[in-house]
């Protein structure tokens, strides 16, 4: 099973991103996973930034996203988004997702710039 992140680019302050994680060659449904995404910032450590469970019933958020940021999945597509607004340098980070079920994958990261 793999996971790719995509949608990352190049943002001014206060623009808007989605990102998307989608899977292939699942062998577990989609909607068991547990899904999340974090961050790494250059010089930093990766940070947690989101999660939602399997049918999409709860979210959380860590505090530095909580009302800019929105988490979603579609079990029907089999993909997971994350709409970003109102953007800050500071969210500027190589943004991965994360899959968590019997395993846990990890995309291989998609890069966010926000610079004006």
């Known amino acids: 099973v793999q996971f790719a992140e995509s949608g990352g680019g190049l943002v001014q302050p206060g623009g808007s991103l989605r990102l998307s994680c989608v899977p292939s060659?699942?062998?577990?449904?989609?909607?068991?996973?547990?899904l999340n995404w974090f961050r790494q910032a250059p010089g930093k450590e990766r940070e947690f930034v989101a999660a939602?469970?399997?049918?999409?019933?709860?979210?959380n958020y860590t505090d530095s996203v909580q009302g800019r940021f929105t988490i979603s999945r579609d079990n029907v597509k089999n993909t997971m988004y994350l709409q970003m607004d109102r953007l800050t340098p500071e969210d500027t980070a190589v943004y991965y997702c994360?899959?968590?079920?019997?395993?846990?994958?990890w995309g291989q990261g998609t890069s966010v710039t926000v610079t004006s």
């Open positions: 994360k899959a968590s079920g019997a395993m846990s994958f």
């Open positions: 939602i469970n399997g049918d999409g019933s709860h979210v």
């Open positions: 060659r699942l062998t577990w449904p989609f909607n068991r996973y547990h």
